[in-house]
Structure formats: C-alpha cells, structure tokens
C-alpha cells in the first residue's frame, strides 16, 4: 500500500510517492531541466520578468491571430499567474487586432453554496481576467460577449463551447500539489483508499465541481489574501482533462511564486519520463503531444538545505 501524505493523511498528493523519486527530482540542476526536453515535451527559460511574461502574453495574440470567420480559435488562461494578462490587452489595442472571431476559456472559478460566485465576488477569476484584461481592450476590437466562456455549476454550457472553436493553446500554472487549474488529487477514500485513481481513470474527467485539497486552500490564501484561508472557498468548477487533450498544445508557465523549485522539477521530471500518477496530476500531462514549460530563470532555486 502507497504511504500516507505527510501534509494531509486523508488526502492522495506527491509526498506519497516513492521516495527516490522524490530525491531524483530534488537533485536535478537548472541544466538538468533543460536537459528532460523530449519529442512532445519542450522546456524554455527566461532571463527577466518582462521576457517571461511578454512571452506568456504573446501566446494570447498568436492563437488570436489564427481566428478566422470559417474558423474561430482561442486560448485557455489561467488565473495565477495574472501578469500577462494587462499586456495582452495593450498588444490587442496596439496591434489593432480584431477579436472578432476569438474566443477565451476561463479556467475555473469559485464555487460557493453550490453556485459560482459572481463577478462582484474578490478573489474571483473571472473577475480578475475582465479587469485586468478584457476591459482594457477597445470596443471596437473586444471580443463579443458570447466567446467569452467561463465554468459554471451547471457545465453544460462551458462543455459545449469546447466544440464550437478550437483550442490553440491551454496556459496553466502549477500549484503547490502539483495542479493545474483545479485538478487537485482526490481524497483517500473509498475505491481509492489504497491507490489513486489510475492516469486512465483521472483523464476521462471533465469540467466539474471539485473539492479542493488544503495544500491549494493555502497557497490561494498566500497569494491572494495574506494568508486568510478562512476568506477561500473549499470548491469551485475546474476545466478538466478531457477538455484539456482537446487543446493543442498545453503550456504550463512557472514565475516561481506559485509552486517552489522541488514542485518545478518534479513535475517536469515525470513528465519528461512519461512517469503519469494522479496523486501528481500535473504529471498526466506526460500523455498530451504538445506540452511547453516555461521557467523564469531566477525562479528555478535549488533544493539544497539552507537555514534561515
């Protein structure tokens, strides 16, 4: 039987992994990820913050660009990290570029009392990428209110627009339980008491209302509310596995303050060796043809022991 989690025992997550996989990915260099690169998987670095999030913010205008009338295109987006998203709207505005045909899939999105909370709500996503995206853009150029597609309760909706244009490129960041979106690891029960779900079994999720693990309950206070955990709702609605295969490619975009070194290079470590586990969903990823990982240079650190 897999070992408990050393940080929430009633819960799957990277701790209970075997642990000379663990070291192995403590142990690689900034080099070393750079030298996991493999057919499918692609890993970039970046020397400063404009660079990093210039690029991120590129990734919006290019899958933009191919949006055509017989052919509408978009992008996924995350919220986390966020930076990208005011420069997206000064390339748009600067660019003059039409969003016409373009659409954008929020990522996921809080769930409180059973409904998604409402724009009005602070620590919302789809507040954020209206307010610090969307709204900045000129109306002439804005994206029609009907491409915009952001998960609900009832996903039906948000499902069926993943078949009314294609998906150019996913973005993500990497949590600290190794996510991306919400696609936390399930708790330890039931059928899956003594094993997590197999990556067969995760992938066939789709969008969905999901109980959040505490590692991700902590970090969202972190980054986004000083620490307040009781201030971050314990659901919300999450894009799935199976709309994210449904993307052509997937980049996964890492600044640092969202996920630490280890998380970087284990991540990638499993990736690289096709090594997919549930208790590490970002790891399924391994079995998506076109996956980009994007580290700020300065973020990566390393795992040596140092006391402060």
Not at 14 to 37: I, P, V
């Amino acid at each position: 039987m897999r070992k408990l989690s050393t940080v929430a025992p009633d819960w799957w997550d990277y701790t209970t992994l075997d642990s000379e996989l663990l070291e192995d990915a403590a142990r690689l260099s900034a080099q070393d990820l750079q030298g996991l690169e493999r057919e499918g998987f692609t890993v970039r670095f970046y020397d400063t913050a404009e660079d990093f999030f210039l690029a991120e913010a590129l990734e919006y205008i290019d899958a933009w660009k191919q949006a055509t009338d017989n052919e509408p295109a978009g992008i996924c987006g995350p919220i986390g990290p966020t930076e990208q998203l005011p420069l997206v709207a000064r390339l748009v505005n600067e660019l003059g570029l039409s969003l016409r045909h373009c659409h954008f899939w929020g990522m996921d999105e809080w769930i409180e009392n059973g409904k998604e909370v409402s724009q009005d709500f602070p620590l919302g996503f789809a507040r954020a990428d209206m307010d610090l995206c969307f709204n900045r853009i000129r109306p002439e150029l804005a994206m029609p209110a009907a491409n915009l597609h952001f998960p609900a309760a009832d996903t039906r909706e948000f499902v069926a627009t993943w078949d009314a244009a294609r998906c150019v490129v996913m973005q993500g960041g990497q949590g600290e339980v190794k996510h991306w979106a919400f696609n936390d690891p399930p708790r330890r029960q039931g059928k899956h008491k003594d094993a997590p779900p197999s990556p067969e079994e995760y992938r066939q999720l789709g969008t969905r209302v999901v109980e959040l693990h505490p590692m991700t309950l902590m970090q969202n206070a972190r980054t986004s509310g000083g620490g307040a955990v009781h201030r971050v709702p314990s659901q919300a609605v999450t894009v799935g596995p199976q709309e994210t295969f449904k993307a052509e490619k997937v980049s996964i975009w890492h600044p640092g303050h969202h996920d630490n070194p280890f998380g970087m290079r284990l991540t990638s470590l499993m990736i690289s060796q096709r090594i997919p586990d549930a208790a590490v969903p970002m790891s399924l990823l391994a079995d998506h043809p076109n996956v980009q990982f994007n580290f700020l240079r300065s973020a990566v650190g390393t795992c040596d022991v140092e006391m402060h």
